[in-house]
């Protein structure tokens, strides 16, 4: 617990430290972006932009992990994190209520145009999380040698500074766009270092024991009480994402004042917008960030589909079995994973609406639901039905899977 309470006493203090110091930050922050943005050097802002933009890189990782690896336990709580920071992000945006930096200060260009709340910074949040806890999850022989696999030293050593450069790029970079002060790019990393450190001091190694034995051949599978628990949580958390969306929406945190001083301002700055945005638009202010937090749901999904399709794991048999494959089966396999990732595509680009409710029960819950169920029930049954599946698969069905002795390598 000492890590808890010392993690906790220096948030805490942090916090207090930041709501004390804002205005001062700010007002630093103003000349400093001002600075930067008009010293810009040619091919500056396609190099943050590259920091900033490029994070899907990390999911892409896991999901490559997922398919090869026999680490797919590590691949599944990693994805889990980032749906975790990105809803935990939402949140306190909508708690803190604060306007990006080029919302109403004239001088500096709006270079990226986010249209949510700015504190704290969801870039900082995001990159930092996803930088330190790749290598944790994905790849822990890194940081310590494995029974199986051992890194030379000099990779940690490059592993480190590549988290160090990237977490401060897309966090300098995110001051130099205008999109954020640098009080909300810190903000950010404080509260993703405090959710990484806890979560790998406390839950991770609990976790991944717990699906391992539940997982195992002849184990006790997902329980209900699990899914009873996390049903429940899951709705607190966006019951109390709801209280501060209204609390918003109701203009008893912010006023209207503000408000169209801000929509202005995008108006205004942003060269990609071309209409104006009101107050209930879904792609706005508290109505954006209401909508995110729902990204809990993929959580939620992914344990219920594992619940639902009842197979089981075994990461040793796995790693033997698929090291065996004829390569042309490990393509089907992978090709039949990117088809059935496609269902959420036409969720992601043909739902075009700013009515926050229909934006949130066609788009957001339905990419939740499927992008859950495609890696857990909707792949391992297809597995199987294809007669695909390997001997040690993640959720696989116990019968009809592919002899790797008739479909090795060579063979």
């Not at 990484?196 to 406390?202: F, K, Q, R």
């Not at 089966?329 to 926050?356: A, D, G, N, S």
Request: proline content about 2%; aromatic content about 16%; some cysteine.
């Amino acid at each position: 617990m000492r890590t808890f309470i010392l993690s906790t006493l220096f948030l805490g203090v942090y916090v207090i430290l930041d709501i004390i110091l804002n205005d001062l930050m700010w007002d630093a922050n103003t000349k400093l972006t001002v600075y930067l943005q008009n010293k810009e050097f040619k091919g500056e802002k396609e190099i943050m932009t590259f920091f900033s933009d490029w994070l899907n890189i990390f999911p892409g990782i896991a999901l490559l992990v997922f398919m090869f690896r026999e680490n797919k336990l590590g691949a599944i709580l990693y994805g889990c994190m980032i749906m975790f920071i990105v809803s935990l992000n939402s949140l306190l945006k909508n708690i803190y209520h604060q306007a990006r930096p080029f919302w109403t200060e004239e001088d500096i260009k709006g270079l990226q145009c986010n249209k949510e709340f700015g504190k704290p910074s969801g870039h900082a949040m995001q990159s930092s999380l996803m930088c330190f806890l790749l290598p944790c999850i994905l790849f822990p022989a890194v940081w310590r040698d494995q029974e199986n696999v051992k890194y030379p030293k000099v990779l940690r050593v490059i592993s480190i500074a590549i988290i160090i450069i990237w977490t401060s790029v897309t966090g300098l970079s995110r001051v130099f766009f205008g999109a954020h002060t640098f009080g909300q790019v810190l903000l950010g990393w404080v509260y993703s270092g405090y959710v990484m450190i806890n979560y790998m001091t406390y839950v991770h190694d609990k976790l991944l024991n717990y699906f391992k034995t539940c997982l195992a051949t002849g184990g006790p599978g997902i329980g209900r009480r699990t899914i009873y628990i996390s049903t429940f949580v899951t709705f607190i958390w966006i019951m109390i994402s709801y209280l501060f969306y209204r609390l918003n929406r109701n203009e008893i945190l912010i006023n209207n004042g503000e408000v169209e001083m801000w929509l202005n301002a995008m108006l205004r700055k942003c060269a990609s917008q071309t209409n104006p945005y009101k107050f209930k638009s879904a792609s706005v202010l508290q109505n954006n960030c209401f909508n995110n937090s729902f990204q809990i749901l993929f959580i939620y999904f992914l344990l219920l589909g594992t619940k639902l399709c009842g197979g089981t794991y075994d990461e040793d048999k796995f790693y033997q079995n698929f090291a065996k494959l004829r390569w042309t089966l490990k393509v089907y396999r992978v090709v039949l994973l990117l088809v059935l990732l496609l269902i959420v595509e036409p969720f992601v680009f043909f739902i075009v609406t700013e009515h926050l409710s229909a934006v949130i029960l066609f788009q957001t819950i339905p990419i939740c639901f499927f992008g859950g169920f495609v890696l857990t029930y909707f792949y391992s049954k297809s597995l199987f039905y294809l007669g695909l599946n390997i001997q040690g698969d993640f959720l696989n069905a116990e019968s009809r899977v592919i002899s790797t002795k008739i479909h090795a390598n060579g063979v």
